[in-house]
């Protein structure tokens, strides 16, 4: 068997993080100069909700600024990767119910990570919709079937933040107790490789309301631990939470 890619969340935060130098900016690059660098991405991205599946078609896709309220020097950031026919056709050939967008391009949850990871733009990337009629067991079951992808070179990317709770943030570098309370919670399931407490967040009280909120930015988090094999070594990154609500936690499996 070929020598299977890593797999990787990463917890994305604000979109400013995609041209600062910062702690969690210089950890994504070390990221991408420690892993093989991948014949492919196929990123989920907490800003790209559909009502089933999809993923993008361009050959060309666009970078796409969905944020306001940012200095210019952010929006004018273009990431100009790739698309890929190939891994296209491939999640089409495991999911046949997957549709193909060929309007939608590289959200902020994307590039913004990306522009630090692989600066040059010269990887094929293709994202893949959150579908609203999955529930979180779906999305988990929906990353199995990608896990396959990692033996031919494609680097699964959740983005998103495990805790993230925009509507109660602080503009400071503090913590709500209940953020760190699921935040740690969380990594400690993750290393027992208790998947079903993750997936079934709604058993774990307030804080677990709090910290998942909407939901969107976790669920990324459920297609790379389904995509994850038994046994693999895990690490974690930018162990921290911050504004308050935001869990910056990056894990990588393999």
């Not at 940012?70 to 089409?92: C, I, N, R, T």
């Not at 733009?121 to 992808?149: C, K, M, T, W």
């Not at 913590?175 to 290393?191: F, G, H, K, N, Q």
Request: charged share 20%.
């Amino acid at each position: 068997m070929n020598k299977l890619m890593p797999v990787l969340f990463i917890g994305h935060g604000s979109p400013m993080n995609a041209i600062e130098q910062n702690e969690f900016s210089l950890a994504w690059k070390t990221i991408g100069r420690e892993i093989s660098k991948p014949k492919a991405i196929l990123s989920i991205s907490a800003h790209w909700q559909t009502g089933t599946s999809s993923v993008t078609g361009s050959s060309n896709p666009e970078t796409i600024h969905d944020f306001w309220g940012f200095p210019q020097e952010l929006y004018d950031v273009q990431y100009p990767a790739p698309g890929s026919d190939w891994l296209v056709k491939k999640v089409m050939k495991c999911i046949p119910s997957v549709g193909i967008d060929h309007q939608w391009g590289l959200d902020h949850g994307t590039w913004s990570v990306l522009n630090q990871m692989y600066p040059d733009a010269d990887i094929p990337v293709v994202q893949l919709s959150l579908g609203r009629d999955l529930d979180p067991n779906g999305h988990y079951i929906f990353g199995q079937s990608l896990r396959e992808f990692r033996e031919e070179g494609v680097l699964i990317l959740g983005s998103g933040n495990l805790v993230h709770n925009l509507g109660i943030f602080i503009p400071e570098d503090t913590a709500y107790d209940w953020a760190l309370e699921y935040d740690t919670s969380v990594r400690d399931w993750i290393l027992k490789k208790d998947f079903d407490n993750i997936i079934h967040y709604e058993r774990h009280g307030q804080a677990a309301q709090l910290a998942v909120n909407s939901a969107e930015h976790y669920l990324p988090l459920l297609y790379v631990l389904g995509a994850s094999e038994t046994g693999e070594q895990v690490k974690f990154f930018c162990e921290k939470v911050t504004m308050g609500s935001i869990s910056m936690r990056c894990v990588q499996f393999g």
